[in-house]
Nanobody, 119 residues
Framework: QTQLVESGGGLVQAGGSLRLSCRVS???????????LAWYREAPGKQRVLVAS???????NYADSVKGRFTISKDNAKRTVYLQMNSLRPEDTAVYYC??????????WGQGTQVTVSS
């Protein structure tokens, strides 16, 4: 059973930084390395939206609102995907979810980690 577990969330002041991690278990290396991995976030009363993604060949994509501030990366050997968040703003406050997409029918989500940015 594939499971995704996020960590690294918390409370930070505006302008600060956090690094989120998402450890994937139950997936063989070729599945992890061949997947598109992504971070989404869901703010109170809003829909879940894509924040950043990284493909199997390490191509990255970012939401306009986080470009230049957030960086997504992955470590295939550790089966872990990261989201480095710098220059955090109060509007970045949300629950952040990790997503693994290998193929239709093999898509998994983590349970989410809360990020709160105070002004």
């Amino acid at each position: 059973q594939t499971q995704l577990v996020e960590s690294g969330g918390g409370l930070v002041q505006a302008g600060g930084s956090l690094r989120l991690s998402c450890r994937v278990s139950g997936a063989i290396l070729s599945t992890f390395s061949g997947s598109t991995l992504a971070w989404y976030r869901e703010a109170p009363g809003k829909q879940r939206v894509l924040v950043a993604s990284i493909t199997s060949d390490r191509s990255t994509n970012y939401a306009d609102s986080v470009k230049g501030r957030f960086t997504i990366s992955k470590d295939n050997a550790k089966r872990t995907v990261y989201l480095q968040m710098n220059s955090l703003r109060p509007e970045d406050t949300a629950v952040y979810y990790c997503n693994l997409n290998f193929r239709p029918g093999y898509i998994y989500w983590g349970q989410g980690t809360q990020v709160t940015v105070s002004s």
